[in-house]
C-alpha cells in the first residue's frame, strides 16, 4: 500500500491518461461521462465513479489509492448520477472494443507451464497471437488505433481505440470478436 501510494503520487501519467480517455476533447463531456470503477483493499469494488476533471479524477485516485482501475463504457449522462435518473436514460454511448489474450488460451500447446504460470519461453505464443490479431484489425477490420497492453497477470490487452470502433453496437462487438475466432481455427 505504501508503494501504491507513492505510485499515485509521483509515477501516476495522470495527464496522458486523462487526454486520450478524453479523445481530444472534441466532446466537452466525454470524459465526464466515463464510467471508472475502483478495486479497494480487501477487494472493495466501487463502481460509477466519474470525474469532470483530470484534478479531480487525481484528487480520488491518491485519495482511495485502489489496486486496480478499471474503465467502463462513456453514458449518456455522468455515471455517479445514476441514480438521480430513469435507467431507461442511462445508456452507454460509446465503449472500447477490447481484445483480451491469456496465456492459459495456449496450455495446450506449452510444455513449459500451465494454468497462470509464465515463463520466458511462453512469451513467443503471446508474440505471435498480437502479430495475428494486431494484423486482423488493421487489415481486416480498417482499424488503426491501437493500444496493446500487459493485462497485469497472465496476458495482454488489445484497446481498440478508432472511433468507429468505440461506435459499435455490442452485436456487432459480439460478431467481430467470433470472426477473428474463425480466424485463428
Not at 497462470?116 to 495475428?132: D, N, Q
Not at 462487438?173 to 477473428?180: A, E, I, P, T
Amino acid at each position: 500500500p505504501y508503494l501504491l501510494k507513492q505510485y499515485y503520487e509521483r509515477l501516476f501519467p495522470y495527464s496522458k491518461f486523462y487526454r486520450w480517455l478524453s479523445y481530444g476533447n472534441v466532446d466537452k463531456n466525454y470524459f465526464q461521462h466515463r464510467e471508472f470503477s475502483f478495486t479497494l483493499k480487501d477487494d472493495v469494488y466501487r463502481r460509477f465513479l466519474s470525474f469532470s476533471t483530470e484534478q479531480e479524477m487525481k484528487d480520488e485516485i491518491i485519495k482511495h489509492c485502489p489496486y486496480k482501475i478499471d474503465l467502463g463504457a462513456v453514458y449518456s449522462t455522468k455515471p455517479r448520477d445514476h441514480k438521480k435518473i430513469k435507467s431507461s436514460e442511462f445508456i452507454p454511448q460509446e465503449r472500447e472494443l477490447v481484445f483480451d489474450i491469456d496465456m492459459t488460451d495456449y496450455d495446450d500447446l506449452r510444455t513449459c507451464c500451465s494454468g497462470t504460470a509464465i515463463c520466458e519461453r511462453c512469451w513467443p505464443f503471446m508474440t505471435y497471437a498480437i502479430k495475428v490479431v494486431d494484423a486482423a484489425l488493421r487489415e481486416d477490420f480498417g482499424f488503426g488505433h491501437l493500444m496493446w497492453v500487459f493485462s497485469g497477470r497472465r496476458g495482454v490487452h488489445c484497446w481498440v481505440c478508432d472511433k468507429r470502433a468505440r461506435s459499435l453496437p455490442g452485436g456487432a462487438l459480439c460478431r467481430c470478436g467470433v470472426s477473428l475466432d474463425r480466424q485463428g481455427q
